[in-house]
């Protein structure tokens, strides 16, 4: 894998004028980008066999979300070039820092899909151990986990090694403060991070128009000393293509890195939210055309890298997934109402003693 070379200064900063592309909408080749290596063809393979499966466990969790097993689910699907292309960029050493509709990146990476979804379930944490897995609490309000992710990043350079962080954002959370004062620190302090925003075009329902007036979010890098680049968010050998090249730029000691992906979110913002009074069917549709799945299957069938009998395969082992999945989540989940008051404070007030105690009392009288 090679590097882009940049002339020193503000150029090597800037991004491509238009999004880095290896792959067209139909899965035939573009031409190949200068600068950036292809991954080979087994790295693809793994890549598609990881899209089918977070495609079906993102289904599967909205379904459960209907049906009351969830109490929320933000679905990524469209996105799985970007989640799956993130995870598959990074080491099993370096750390992730995720949003809250990353959880078929979290799968992707190897995490219990149990686990990824027990705070959605609506628990009081992130259902995993962050430090076991190197993969940080999924993270709710907008741009807060970019701060401590560069913060973590920096922890790292100072000890040495080598390990790289990435911080998930979606192009709402560019418009927050605390990305453009993770992008000032991270860049004054050379910390290993790369940022890597998920344009899906909109917050909720806040088109991307409304938030910014930069011509792509990938220039918001270069006022504070951030290499960036763009990316079609859709072709998956693209992203893996640039994250490549942007965590071993920051692995080398050349600092914080910016990529925005250019993608879209097919589904609502959440099972909570009615799409349809801020975005057209034919918007949909137009996007649905350039579905990253398939644009990588048939770019693979294209090159003689998938059989039949290889997508039968993957979707064989989706569906066991899911079947899993649906079993493990369709048990009542045990709860003690009294960890609502665990770790709250570190030295309970007296009120939160007696609130804790008032529902003890409730507890243990139902029982009688």
Same mark, same amino acid.
């Given at each position: 894998m090679t590097v882009a070379a940049h002339p020193p200064g503000a150029d090597? !900063?800037?991004?491509?004028?238009?999004?880095?592309?290896?792959?067209?909408?139909?899965?035939?080749?573009?031409?190949?980008?200068?600068?950036?290596?292809?991954?080979?063809?087994?790295?693809? !393979?793994?890549?598609?066999?990881?899209m089918v499966l977070g495609r079906r466990f993102d289904a599967q969790a909205t379904a459960l979300t209907k049906q009351g097993r969830l109490a929320v689910y933000p679905s990524?699907?469209?996105? $799985?070039?970007?989640?799956?292309?993130?995870?598959?960029? !990074?080491?099993?050493?370096?750390?992730?820092?995720?949003?809250?509709?990353?959880?078929?990146?979290?799968?992707?990476?190897?995490?219990?899909?149990?686990?990824?979804?027990?705070? !959605?379930?609506?628990?009081?944490?992130?259902?995993?151990?962050?430090?076991?897995?190197?993969?940080?609490p999924q993270c709710t309000p907008l741009a807060t986990q970019t701060v401590h992710a560069v913060g973590l990043a920096d922890a790292l350079r100072r000890k040495g090694?080598?390990?790289?962080?990435?911080? #998930?954002?979606?192009?709402?959370?560019?418009?927050?403060?605390? #990305?453009?004062?993770?992008?000032?620190?991270?860049?004054?302090?050379n910390a290993?991070?790369? #940022?890597?925003?998920q344009n899906n075009k909109y917050a909720i329902s806040v088109p991307l128009a409304k938030q910014t007036a930069a011509p792509a979010l990938a220039y918001k890098g270069v006022g504070y000393g951030v290499?960036?680049?763009?990316?079609?968010?859709?072709?998956?050998?693209?992203?893996?293509?640039?994250?490549?090249?942007a965590v071993a730029d920051a692995r080398a000691g050349g600092g914080p890195f910016l990529v925005e992906a250019h993608t879209y979110r097919m589904d609502a913002h959440t099972n909570a939210d009615d799409a349809t009074r801020y975005r057209t069917a034919e918007e949909v549709e137009r996007w649905a055309a350039a579905d990253p799945l398939?644009?990588? $299957?048939?770019?693979?069938?294209?090159?003689?890298l998938l059989a039949p009998g290889d997508v039968?395969?993957?979707?064989?082992?989706?569906?066991?997934?899911?079947?899993?999945?649906?079993?493990?989540?369709?048990?009542?989940?045990?709860?003690?109402?009294?960890?609502?008051?665990?770790?709250?404070?570190?030295?309970?007030?007296?009120?939160?003693?007696?609130?804790?105690?008032?529902?003890?009392?409730?507890l243990a009288a139902e029982e009688q």
């Open positions: 090597r !900063l800037l991004p491509s004028p238009v999004p880095v592309r290896f792959v067209a909408e139909d899965g035939t080749a573009a031409e190949p980008p200068a600068g950036y290596t292809a991954p080979e063809g087994g790295r693809l !393979l793994e890549a598609y066999r990881r990524s699907r469209g996105q $799985e070039a970007c989640q799956i292309g993130g995870v598959l960029a !990074l080491r099993g050493d370096d750390w992730l820092f995720p949003t809250y509709r990353d959880s078929m990146a979290l799968v992707a990476r190897g995490l219990d899909p149990v686990e990824v979804l027990t705070l !959605l379930r609506g628990d009081w944490h992130c259902g995993y151990d962050p430090a076991a897995v190197r993969v940080a090694g080598g390990g790289v962080v990435m911080a #998930f954002v979606g192009d709402g959370g560019t418009s927050e403060g605390d #990305f453009h004062e993770a992008l000032n620190y991270a860049a004054v302090m290993p991070v790369v #940022f890597f925003v290499r960036s680049e763009q990316v079609d968010g859709n072709d998956l050998v693209a992203v893996l293509a640039v994250l490549d090249a398939a644009r990588l $299957e048939a770019h693979l069938r294209g090159r003689g039968a395969a993957a979707d064989e082992a989706a569906e066991e997934f899911a079947a899993r999945l649906r079993d493990r989540m369709n048990a009542d989940p045990r709860a003690n109402p009294l960890e609502l008051f665990d770790h709250v404070f570190a030295e309970p007030t007296p009120q939160l003693r007696e609130q804790r105690d008032l529902l003890a009392s409730e």
